[in-house]
T-cell receptor, first 112, second 111 residues
Framework: KNEVEQSPQNLTAQEGEFITINCSYSVGISALHWLQQHPGGGIVSLFMLSSGKKKHGRLIATINIQEKHSSLHITASHPRDSAVYICAVRTNSGGSNYKLTFGKGTLLTVNP | KAGVTQTPRYLIKTRGQQVTLSCSPISGHRSVSWYQQTPGQGLQFLFEYFSETQRNKGNFPGRFSGRQFSNSRSEMNVSTLELGDSALYLC??????????FGQGTRLTVV
């Protein structure tokens, strides 16, 4: 079983819809990242969070440490939101040593 | 402020050869991490450098190595290339364990 599971794997929405992507993990973490990857490879870090909720424009990320679960929400979705969204968790192995483990990603397509 | 710059963007190498990829971080960022992305395995952590020292290493064979220079620029090297090393190699820079900023990646094809 992967340490980081994302759902759904693929998501198709109509412009304007509210979108939720979920991430569950099975290990203790020090932080969780949400990344966005457009075709061509470029990755943008959307959020890094270790508790609670963060908001940036139409994007909202939440995390529940006790339940080992995070969600990424997109309000009023737009075709330019079409991308792969990747959840990554940072686990510490002592001192400043850590590793990042990634989910397989969620391919979001927003149709006009 | 310039972003993270990776060179080259595309590379084709033959099995058995070695390759060096370069990453210039955002000015002031001392942490540089490297990742491999393949269709089958997704994104995987290779290693992280901070102030010229490798702090963390993922689960990759010793053919994968890297280094960081005093100006924080980093290189990664893959020796004795295998077909399975074909991938998108991404680097990211950050302040100490802060938000990561990614480069556009180097797409390596091994033939």
């Amino acid at each position: 079983k992967n340490e980081v599971e994302q759902s759904p794997q693929n998501l198709t929405a109509q412009e304007g819809e509210f979108i939720t992507i979920n991430c569950s993990y099975s290990v203790g973490i020090s932080a969780l990242h949400w990344l966005q990857q457009h075709p061509g490879g470029g990755i943008v870090s959307l959020f890094m969070l270790s508790s609670g909720k963060k908001k940036h424009g139409r994007l909202i990320a939440t995390i529940n440490i006790q339940e080992k679960h995070s969600s990424l929400h997109i309000t009023a979705s737009h075709p330019r939101d079409s991308a792969v969204y990747i959840c990554a968790v940072r686990t510490n192995s002592g001192g400043s040593n850590y590793k990042l483990t990634f989910g397989k990603g969620t391919l979001l397509t927003v149709n006009p | 402020k310039a972003g993270v710059t990776q060179t080259p963007r595309y590379l084709i190498k033959t099995r058995g050869q070695q390759v060096t990829l370069s990453c210039s971080p955002i000015s002031g960022h001392r942490s540089v991490s490297w990742y491999q992305q393949t269709p089958g395995q997704g994104l995987q952590f290779l290693f992280e450098y901070f102030s010229e020292t490798q702090r963390n290493k993922g689960n990759f064979p010793g053919r994968f190595s890297g280094r960081q220079f005093s100006n924080s620029r980093s290189e990664m090297n893959v020796s004795t290339l295998e077909l399975g090393d074909s991938a998108l190699y991404l680097c990211a820079s950050s302040l100490e364990q802060g938000r990561a900023f990614f480069g556009q990646g180097t797409r390596l094809t091994v033939v």
